[in-house]
C-alpha cells in the first residue's frame, strides 16, 4: 500500500465514453458549487460541453479559468485538473489534462471480481420500522472488492443515505457471517445497471460513521466486522486474486 495517491495516465482513459454523459465541474467562477455539463463531443483532445447545463451556469463560464473535471471511471470517481479554452465557434471546451487521479483516496487495494453475493439494503427512516429478518434480500454481482469496500452493480440506484448488510459468501475465508457498509457513489453504465460504491464499516468506528437511530434498531451482530477481519479480508484477496489488481491509495 502507498501513502501517494495513483496517477492514471490519460492515455488509458477512453474518454470517447464520456460523450452523452454528464460530469461535474468545480471552477474558480463559481466557487461552491458543483456544476453538471454533458459531454457532447472530443474535439483536439478536449472535451466539448453542452452549454446549457446547470441551469445555464455552464455557457457563463469565462475562458481560461482553472477547474476539476470530475467523472467515474472504472466505476469509481476521478478528477482531473484543467483550464477552460477561449470560446471557438460556440463552443465550451476544456483540454484533457495528461494524468487524472482518484477523487477518494482509498487505503486497500481493490481487485478486479466478478462474484455473487446477497445483500439487503435500507435507509435510516425505513430501519426505524423494519425488521432484519422482514427486509428484502436480493442476490447481485460485484464489479470489484478489496478490504475497504467493493463495486455492486444493482438493477436500482442507491443515494448516499442508504445502507447495506451484506453476506460476501467466501466460504473458505473464517470472517463474520454479515457486514455493514454505506453507499458511497452510484452510477448508470451502459448496459443500464447501477455501479454502486460501497464503503464496510467497521466494529471499532461504527459508532462514529452510523446515527444512532440505526444503531438503536439493528442487532449486534451485524458489526461484529472489525479491523481485524478487513484486514485478513484484504490479505485473502490479495492470495487469490493478486493478478486482478485495479488500484490502491
Request: proline share 4%; glycine share 6%; hydrophobic share 40%.
Amino acid at each position: 500500500m502507498s501513502s501517494n495517491s495513483v496517477i492514471i495516465s490519460s492515455n488509458d482513459v477512453d474518454y470517447n465514453a464520456l460523450v452523452g454523459r454528464k460530469v461535474d465541474i468545480v471552477t474558480e467562477q463559481f466557487p461552491g458549487k458543483v456544476l453538471n455539463a454533458k459531454v457532447v463531443g472530443i474535439n483536439n483532445k478536449s472535451l466539448v460541453l453542452d452549454r446549457s447545463g446547470s441551469s445555464g451556469l455552464i455557457n457563463q463560464l469565462v475562458g481560461r479559468q482553472n477547474l476539476e473535471v470530475r467523472f467515474d471511471y472504472k466505476g469509481e470517481p476521478v478528477v482531473f485538473v484543467s483550464t477552460i479554452s477561449p470560446s471557438t465557434e460556440g463552443r465550451i471546451q476544456v483540454p484533457i489534462a495528461s494524468d487524472v487521479k482518484p477523487l477518494v483516496r482509498r487505503q486497500f487495494v481493490r481487485f478486479d471480481l466478478e462474484k455473487d453475493i446477497r445483500l439487503t439494503y435500507f435507509d435510516i427512516r425505513y430501519i426505524k420500522t423494519a425488521r432484519l429478518n422482514k427486509m428484502k434480500w436480493m442476490e447481485i454481482s460485484t464489479a470489484n472488492i478489496g478490504g475497504g469496500g467493493l463495486l455492486a452493480v444493482m438493477p436500482a440506484a442507491l443515494e448516499d443515505d442508504n445502507y447495506l448488510i451484506m453476506n460476501l459468501g467466501f466460504e473458505d475465508l473464517n470472517i463474520p457471517h454479515l457486514l455493514m457498509g454505506r453507499v458511497c457513489h452510484c452510477r448508470r453504465d451502459d448496459n443500464k445497471k447501477y455501479l454502486v460504491g460501497v464503503e464496510f464499516i467497521v466494529k471499532e468506528y461504527h459508532k462514529d460513521n452510523l446515527p444512532s437511530s440505526l444503531l438503536r434498531n439493528l442487532p449486534g451482530s451485524i458489526f461484529v466486522f472489525d479491523d481485524e477481519a478487513r484486514k485478513k479480508l484484504a490479505c485473502y484477496l490479495a492470495e487469490k486474486y493478486g493478478n486482478n489488481i485495479i488500484d490502491r491509495e
